[in-house]
């Protein structure tokens, strides 16, 4: 099955979220936000995942990109093709389709909890955050878990997203953790080699939640029966 990976020129790897995708026989071409004109049609494509990004929604100086991307991503979900985000890919899911991304009230980095309703505990528990911008839902979506710096994950028909990281391994947060990642941490108050070794704990669990939390996509939302043309 073919799928398309929205990301940045140098974040492209899907980490535990990409593998587990690959295992359902998955395979992407990557889209590099930069570059929107490079693009191709859609036609074709059985998921589209849009990973996390440095840049924020309402920056001036990629709204074209920005555009470009939800102009793809209402696209995507008007065809009925499944769409997974993750951080960025949240606040692009609420902006294009008629939410809103905006500053966070409050920041996150690191490990942190996560919470959700019984019915949505795949979702529940400590997972890496790396963001300082949250999103208000668009109308009809269904916020599915939260944190005290905003919602967390959301769904409207086939697309899902996280604000969270699901596919944050050793190997991902190592790299978010140089160059500007490195003055992050420092203003954040953080210790590099610290928050090495919460990440190596807890991608034990991550990993494998991070499996079911895909499995749980494809079986549940990515199937969801198209709404009858009126």
Not at 198 to 211: D, H, K, L, Y
Request: with cysteine; proline share 5%; glycine share 8%.
């Amino acid at each position: 099955m073919r799928a398309l990976l929205i990301a940045n020129n140098n974040e492209k790897d899907a980490g535990f979220v990409g593998q587990r995708f690959a295992d359902h026989d998955f395979s992407f071409t990557h889209y590099v936000r930069e570059y929107p004109n490079e693009w191709r049609s859609i036609d074709g494509i059985d998921l589209v995942v849009h990973l996390g990004s440095a840049w924020s929604v309402y920056w001036p100086e990629v709204s074209r990109n920005v555009e470009a991307e939800a102009d793809l991503m209402r696209e995507a979900h008007r065809r009925g093709i499944p769409i997974y985000g993750v951080c960025f890919g949240a606040q692009m899911l609420a902006h294009a389709l008629g939410g809103s991304a905006e500053k966070g009230r409050k920041s996150e980095i690191g490990w942190h909890e996560v919470i959700a309703t019984e019915a949505n505990k795949r979702m529940a528990g400590t997972w890496m955050q790396w963001h300082y911008d949250t999103f208000s839902p668009p109308a009809g979506a269904e916020v599915l878990a939260l944190s005290d710096a905003g919602p967390q994950a959301l769904r409207v028909g086939r697309s899902f997203a996280t604000q969270f990281h699901p596919e944050a391994n050793e190997a991902i947060v190592s790299s978010w953790m140089a160059g500007e990642g490195a003055l992050e941490l420092v203003n954040a108050g953080i210790s590099p080699s610290d928050l090495m070794d919460e990440t190596r704990r807890n991608v034990v669990r991550s990993g494998p939640a991070a499996g079911e939390i895909v499995d749980w996509f494809l079986t549940e939302v990515a199937s969801t029966p198209m709404p009858k043309a009126r």
